[in-house]
């Protein structure tokens, strides 16, 4: 009997199976089957028995309460979006602007990029955010007090020169509110600023020189060559600047508690589902109105 | 003789003012904002350094600003003491270092797989990779720590032992299982990147190999991990920092082992101190021996990884 022999592409997509058939059991036992099984749970209440727990279908009677009777969803949720909407924008052209600045060749360059990636590092845990203000409401009397009353005053002088000169105080409470909180933002732009300088990097060199030659000033050729080399990469960091800011905010900390604290599993799952959905349509949105912009060279 | 006007036009052209005016304008706009950023960046650290040493007297003490005055190591006793630290750390970086080999494993295996072992439905298996980024980690917790609670390879042990699956709680298996798998800590960023970095690497290294009588396998060890030494210094880098400071997945698992993260949210509980200034002055110390050893370990990796960053060459 002759059987066919495999071609390449066969052997090496039998290769592919063998080599993520970690990934795709990982898939089906952690992520698509409790997935599922979430959904399952938010539309029913969870009693734990001897031995295991009870599943009792209830039908959507954890969402409504969700909107009717719970005192800090709403509100939590409301919050949370608005600090996303508010901080997104600021985490990408702060990244961009600090990956142009550590793309430029000066002295003490390895140095100023050490300690940007510092944030990575320091800061992407929630405790230690936590920490922070926790020390600064309760140490501030001894220590932090200097620094707290020149910082609002700066932003004070800041905010009345802008209303004077015109801008609208909606603009002005936006950048005063982004200069207050640069700490927060920088230390959680450190990963977007790693992927717009890696971006930067594969501009090719050629591009620049031609423009040059051409007459174009460092800022013309920033928004016309730079600007549009990295809008994929914009695309990549709004995704994961939006995943990075809701993961570690609010409505977690209540979506835990309601599960481990209150025990109410069936309405912690609702919780989540909602928070999935806003998520999901904030990402839905804001990708479908900058993809239409994004530029691809090739 | 030239004309004065020749002399000026001779002098613009030789030392160009504007241009220079303007690139020195630029210098020092541009060395008063890194060093601006970086002030921002390192304060916090140096403040926390500062406090670290101080003793209880020099807390009320308005003179004290930077250096202490009774300069003292009692805080980090009492913190150590207070949040275990020794079996802390080292369950930590048991959890960090397996953790990290071996989703660094699985993760290159897969990434490999979709960039140049297609097989049917690996675009749908990628686009669900990408999804797992995006769904919060929330929505699936109660499903995934009823998973581990009663855990059960698809009714295998139940069908073996009779018992109603094996408690994983509280033991480092979930950690395990779920880096070999690839489903732990931000895994699909990992595979994205690696993915991105693997079809970054020309066709004909590959097919040269192949020619040469390599095996996928071999082409695999051989040709495209040596190739990919900038990604791996990169995740390596996030992989291990990341599960170190989770404190997420790991309050979710471990109930009564304690790691550095939860033991330090646990810490403030513990102290019984009636000062609230001294207890977050604790505390404070608590969140630098917590971050201590990255630091020291950032210090001698931050060459390796400023230079692979570029080298990763991560595209949207």
Not at chain 2, 66 to 78: D, G, V
Not at chain 2, 264 to 288: A, F
Request: hydrophobic fraction near 50%; proline fraction near 4%.
């Amino acid at each position: 009997m002759f059987k066919k022999p495999m071609t390449l592409k066969q052997k090496n997509a039998w290769y592919g199976v063998l080599f993520a058939s970690p990934l795709i059991f990982g898939m089906i036992m952690l992520f698509i089957l409790p997935l599922i099984q979430s959904f399952r749970y938010s539309l029913s209440s969870l009693d734990m028995v001897e031995g295991g727990f009870e599943v009792n279908y209830e039908g959507f009677a954890n969402y409504t309460s969700l909107f009717t009777d719970n005192p800090d969803f709403p509100r939590t949720l409301v919050e949370s979006v608005v600090t996303m909407v508010v901080n997104v924008p600021l985490i990408i052209i702060f990244s961009l602007f600090a990956a142009v600045l550590l793309n430029q060749k000066f002295r003490g360059r390895p140095f100023a990029r050490a300690v940007f990636f510092l944030p990575v590092i320091l800061a992407s845990s929630a405790i230690a955010n936590m920490d922070i203000s926790s020390f600064v409401g309760g140490g501030a009397i001894g220590t932090g007090n200097g620094e707290e009353g020149s910082g609002v005053l700066q932003s004070f002088e800041l905010s009345e020169m802008m209303l004077e000169s015109g801008l609208s105080p909606v603009i002005v409470d936006y950048i005063t509110g982004a200069v207050d909180r640069i700490y927060e933002i920088i230390s959680s732009s450190g990963v977007q600023i790693l992927i717009f300088l890696a971006g930067l990097q594969s501009i090719s060199p050629s591009l620049y020189e031609a423009s040059k030659i051409e007459g174009a000033t460092g800022y013309e050729s920033f928004w016309k060559i730079t600007f549009p080399m990295v809008t994929p990469l914009i695309l990549t960091n709004l995704v994961y600047s939006i995943t990075d800011t809701f993961s570690s905010n609010q409505i977690n900390l209540l979506i835990s508690e309601t599960a481990f604290q209150v025990f109410d599993f069936g309405l912690s799952a609702a919780m989540s589902w909602v928070f999935f959905l806003c998520v999901g349509l904030i990402l839905a949105i804001s990708v479908g109105l900058i993809s239409r912009k994004v530029f691809y060279y090739d | 003789m030239k004309s004065p006007a020749a002399y000026a036009d001779l002098f613009v052209r030789r030392y160009n003012p504007v241009d220079r005016t303007k690139g020195l304008v630029w210098t020092v706009i541009r060395t008063v904002l890194v060093l601006g950023f970086c002030f921002v960046i390192l304060f916090p650290l140096f403040l926390r350094i500062s406090i670290a040493f101080r003793s209880k007297v020099d807390i009320y003490d308005p003179t004290v600003l930077w250096i202490p005055r009774h300069f003292t190591l009692e805080n980090f006793k009492i913190a150590m003491e207070a949040s275990n630290y020794f079996t802390a750390f080292l369950h930590t970086v048991y959890i960090s270092s397996s953790t990290t080999i071996i989703q660094m494993a699985s993760c290159t295996l897969a990434a490999y797989a979709f960039a140049r072992l297609r097989f049917k439905g690996s675009g749908i298996l990628f686009i669900l990779v990408i999804f797992t980024i995006v769904v919060p980690p929330q929505t699936i917790m109660i499903p995934l720590y009823l998973t581990y609670r009663y855990f059960d390879l698809f009714g295998l042990i139940q069908l073996f032992t009779g018992k109603k699956g094996l408690n994983l709680i509280d033991t480092f298996w979930p950690f395990i299982i779920s880096a070999g798998t690839a489903m732990g800590l931000k895994n699909g960023l990992y595979i994205y990147i690696f993915r991105q970095f693997f079809r970054g690497i020309p066709k004909e290294v590959e097919e040269a190999a192949l020619v040469d009588g390599a095996g996928v396998l071999r082409t695999f060890f051989r040709i495209m991990l040596p190739n990919a030494v900038p990604a791996i210094i990169t995740v390596l880098l996030f992989s291990f920092v990341w599960q170190w400071n989770d404190s997420y997945y790991v309050s979710l698992f471990l109930k009564q082992v304690k790691v550095l993260s939860t033991s330090l949210m646990d810490m403030g509980v513990g102290l019984k101190e009636p000062d609230p200034v001294y207890t977050s002055m604790l505390l404070n110390t608590g969140v630098l021996l917590t971050i201590a050893p990255l630091l020291v370990m950032y210090l001698f990796v931050q060459r390796y990884f400023v230079e692979s960053v570029e080298r990763t060459g991560i595209t949207g």
